[in-house]
């Protein structure tokens, strides 16, 4: 059996989309096989953020009981493996989120599955959370962000999953934004990674292509590898910064 986690925040629009893409390819990069699962089954955008929005067969076939998991696993990126929830209003219509909890059975032999949970606490995020063993939170540097966490938290313990920690993304470092010492002492939680607003995120979500591919040396990418390396045990070795001119000239010259 794998590790399983659910990546959750309470509140929407913190970042678990974002988070779990570009996570889950990170992984992937460092040889783990990884499938992340998009539950957001209403409003799913995981697909549209790697690039898969053509796909025939998707969660909602699965959950409507017209195609096998295995039908609707696609690799993305790195090899990261990818269902996707599906796009498509006419097949919403007959997928049933009471078969969720067999979908992600059928995925425990995964070595690290994501699952991007949608925002609140429905029932396919508390189905989500009781069959995983992790709860990773994405929280945005913000009161509001705070209590809906709080509540996923509680929520979590109470099903019996762990919560490994918090990534605190979109953080500006402005005086009104919350800091990690003070997000910790609320969510009474680690800050596992921090991860600053950054406009590469956007700009790699309108081409369809994770940032950490795409812009593997920006802050968000280093912030979100380093994460990958911490949960699987690796060392993180940051990109070294370029020679500047002046020193490959001297270099060049002197060999010095
Ligand atoms: N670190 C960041 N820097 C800049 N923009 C970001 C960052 N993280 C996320 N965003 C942007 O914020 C928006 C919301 O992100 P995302 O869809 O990942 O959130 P979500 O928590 O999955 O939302 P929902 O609750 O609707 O599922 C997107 O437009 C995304 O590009
Ligand atoms: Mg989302």
Redo the contacts with the bound molecule.
């Keep these: 059996m794998g590790v399983s986690i659910t990546i959750c925040?309470g509140?929407?629009?913190?970042?678990?989309?974002?988070?779990?893409?570009n996570l889950g390819v990170a992984l992937a990069q460092l040889g783990k096989e990884v499938l992340i699962l998009d539950a957001?089954i209403e409003?799913a955008?995981l697909e549209l953020?790697l690039g898969l929005e053509d796909v025939k067969t998707t969660l909602h076939h699965v959950l409507a009981g017209e195609a096998d998991i295995s039908e609707a696993i696609y690799e993305g990126p790195a090899g990261v493996k990818v269902v996707p929830a599906g796009i498509s209003l006419e097949t919403l219509k007959k997928a049933d989120p009471d078969r969720l909890d067999s979908v992600l059975e059928a995925l425990r032999q995964v070595e690290i599955l994501l699952i991007?949970?949608?925002?609140g606490l429905g029932r396919s995020v508390l189905t989500a959370l009781s069959t995983t063993q992790e709860a990773l939170l994405?929280v945005n540097p913000e009161i509001s962000s705070m209590s809906d966490a709080l509540k996923t938290k509680i929520v979590a313990k109470k099903l019996g999953t762990h919560v490994l920690g918090a990534v605190l993304?979109?953080t500006t470092f402005d005086s009104s934004d919350l800091t990690v010492k003070e997000v910790e002492m609320i969510l009474e939680t680690r800050i596992l990674a921090v991860?600053?607003?950054?406009?590469?995120?956007?700009r790699s979500?309108a081409f369809g292509q994770p940032f950490v591919i795409r812009a593997p040396n920006s802050q968000?990418a280093q912030a979100i590898k380093k994460l990958a390396a911490d949960l699987v045990g690796e060392e993180y070795i940051p990109p070294q910064p370029k020679e500047s001119f002046m020193k490959r000239l001297i270099k060049g010259l002197f060999g010095r």
């Design positions: 925040s509140k929407g629009g913190t970042g678990k989309t974002t988070i779990s893409a957001d409003m955008n953020i991007d949970a949608p925002a994405v993304n979109r991860v600053p607003e950054d406009p590469e995120v956007r979500a968000a």
